[in-house]
């Protein structure tokens, strides 16, 4: 069984920072790739950002020089550090990531964590 556990989320002002961390637990051989989704209230669920076991990375437009997305393969955890944040920030940021649980799963199964709440407000 494997489990991914967001943190980091709450309050913050207007131009303020946070980071979340994300971590997976269980069964697990090797992650591939992880995301950072966020869902704001009526609106669907969006990529946030992405990064590869390597460490590519990629960002969505509207977070592209204010987010930086990393991971440490080591501690099986994923971080998204995000700066100069604003009020459309406000959401619900899920983590997501391709994880096999053996060595011969060489396709991986998505699980998702529960996420974790940022709201920007004064």
């Known amino acids: 069984q494997v489990q991914l556990v967001e943190s980091g989320g709450g309050l913050v002002q207007p131009g303020g920072s946070l980071t979340l961390s994300c971590t997976a637990s269980?069964?697990?051989?090797?992650?591939?790739?992880m995301d950072w989704y966020r869902q704001a209230p009526g609106q669907q669920r969006q990529l946030v950002a992405s990064?590869?076991?390597?460490?590519?990375?990629n960002y969505a437009p509207f977070v592209k020089g204010r987010f930086t997305i990393s991971r440490d393969n080591a501690k099986n955890s994923m971080y998204l550090q995000m700066n100069n944040l604003n009020s459309d920030d406000t959401a619900l940021y899920y983590c997501?990531?391709?994880?096999?649980?053996?060595?011969?799963?060489?396709?991986?199964?998505?699980?998702w964590g529960k996420g974790t709440l940022v709201t920007v407000s004064s």
């Open positions: 997501s990531a391709i994880i096999a649980t053996t060595s011969d799963d060489f396709s991986g199964t998505n699980y």
């Open positions: 990064i590869t076991s390597g460490g590519s990375t």
């Open positions: 269980g069964s697990i051989f090797t992650i591939y790739g």
